[in-house]
């Protein structure tokens, strides 16, 4: 079967859909689209929202439904770990941990070369809606590393040394998707114990943020 994702380099649910597809080892053509492209994503799906996987004749939305469906040998668990009785609290954390992360990262997003001015400009004036002005998040950075700190060394707690395991699952994934794109943050540090486990995630599914840029 031939995959092509579709999909925006700095986006944690497009991360989480590449770090599996390093993990299983599995090749796939990458498609970076410009952020204020709304034709090309609507025409494949119906929705102007990545990643999105073609395969053959199949277009898929939803991280987690492409990665259940790349998964052919239930290595991640999809189905059992969304079901789980805990999951609704651990996707409640990740939206907790979403926040800061993204007020402190979307300004530096927006710079990399990923954006043109105009998809720039698309993101700025589309997230603004619901963080308010971007000057107010970057004005507001220390106030958003306080509010990660705690919730960082929640997880840190957990590690054992990945997410209450002693083997990758599926909320490493989750978790080193959203936490990857802190590294752009300057302003922001990890602690050694979660830079590892990120680095230990990011081997074991050969991710290479920058592979589109630089190969
Ligand atoms: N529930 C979706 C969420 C995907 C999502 O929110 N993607 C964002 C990028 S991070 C998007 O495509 N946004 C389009 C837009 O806001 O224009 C998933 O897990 O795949």
């Not at 059992?80 to 939206?95: H, I």
């Not at 004005?139 to 840190?156: A, D, G, M, S, T």
């Not at 050694?192 to 599914?205: A, D, F, G, N, S």
Request: hydrophobic share 40%.
């Amino acid at each position: 079967m031939s995959f092509t994702l579709y999909h925006y380099v700095h986006c944690p649910f497009c991360m989480r859909v590449r770090m599996v597809f390093g993990f299983l080892n599995i090749q796939y053509t990458s498609k970076v689209l410009a952020y204020n492209d709304e034709v090309t994503p609507v025409e494949l799906t119906g929705k102007k929202m990545l990643p999105a996987l073609v395969s053959n004749a199949k277009a898929l939305n939803e991280s987690l439904d492409i990665i259940a469906f790349i998964d052919t040998q239930n290595i991640f668990k999809v189905k059992e770990v969304t079901n789980s009785s805990d999951f609704k609290t651990f996707e409640s954390f990740l939206n907790t941990i979403g926040n800061p992360i993204h007020s402190l990262a979307m300004p530096y997003w927006m710079y990399t070369p990923e954006f043109s001015p105009e998809a720039r400009v698309y993101f700025q004036k589309k997230k603004e809606i619901k963080r308010g002005p971007f000057k107010e998040l970057v004005k507001n950075q220390k106030h958003f590393v306080q509010e990660l700190e705690p919730l960082l060394r929640q997880i840190e707690n957990k590690l054992q040394p990945f997410y209450e395991s002693k083997t990758l699952t599926l909320k490493d994934i989750l978790l080193a998707a959203h936490l990857w794109g802190l590294y752009v943050v300057p302003e922001f540090q990890f602690s050694e114990k979660m830079h590892q486990y990120l680095q230990r995630i990011k081997v074991l599914c050969n991710f290479n943020y920058h592979q589109d840029a630089w190969g």
